[in-house]
């Protein structure tokens, strides 16, 4: 009797705890604690700025139809997607490409309806196929390829990898939402400069396409995402290199998304060496959206869980591309450290990236180029 009197007392004293949270919030809300996400390193934007105006000689982006034809040859290392020196060496998975009718990477904001919706249904379809299987706590298709960032972390961040990388990655995503589950629009991208500060109003953020965009709130939780395409949504990869089962969450900061501006992502591409624009671009505009975002988006390893990655990852490559446009040398060419290793090993064109079978191993030297004959995609600006 005595136990339990205690067990009811004890039972009384939570129930009064829980109406410490306001009944509204506790029905509609499910919050998370963003301790255990962690966040991407950053620089700040000043920093960016400073640096660049050192660099001498203002620098200006071509936009991505000026893009000048580029005459591969002659190079003694093996040319990003030379068609001859592909057709050589590894006709298997270069291929070629009609530079000048290429597929083309449209802005969200020029995308149309339909095919926003087919997008993330493509997305939405990964999700429901099961496994290929040896991806490390995968539970479906779509988190066989949230394994493979997840395990490869420390291999494609903060290093000379990190840019190809991440461009193969966003291509083994686009070849299996064409080949698994039938997507066959164009692929978007994100300029996020244009929601810089105000991420949560974009469109992508609604019911119709990726769900809302909550705030963090102000003891520092995230919110579970119970709407939209992704709503209710349980991940099984991550937090960090864990497998425990956890909503899908966001958390946005918009102090942060606020630094995503065009004006940082140019003083990051006005660095004419690779490696300090990767640098800049890394710790820079690539962080500030992941942080931004917030919750799932904000940690290193597992952040793919969050489809929307995929989005912010065009994003990046979007910059990258852009920085390339300015000089063809900058298709052909690549330094900085293979890895973060002392001493540092030098990368080369010849560097294998890797996905653990997702997508077939190329080099970077393959993906340099967008229209080299491997890739074969453009920016619609
Ligand atoms: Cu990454």
Redesign the pocket.
Known sequence: MRSELAIQALVGAVAVSALAVPPSLEKRLKLIDLGQFGSFPTITPEQAHVEAEKIEGPFRDGPEFNFPKIVIGGNKTPAAGEDEVAATSNAAVSGTCDRNNPKVRVEWRNYSQADRKAFVNAIKCLMGKPSAGGFQGSTSRYEDIVSV?QQM?HN??QSAV?LP??RY?VSAFEDLMRNECGFTAAFPWWDETKDAGHFADSDLFTDDYFGPLPGKTSNDQGTCIESGTFGGLTLHIGPGSGFQNHCLSRAVDESLTGTVSAQFVQDCNSRTSYDDMRGCQELGPHAYGHNGVGAVMSE?QA??GDPIFFMH?LFVDHSFRIWQNANASRTTSINGCAGSSSPCTPITLDYVLSSNGLKADTTIGNVMDTLGGYLCYRYDY
Do not use: G
Request: hydrophobic letters at 35%.
């Open positions: 960032h972390t494609i961040h990190f990388w991440h990655y290193v952040s793919p990852h």
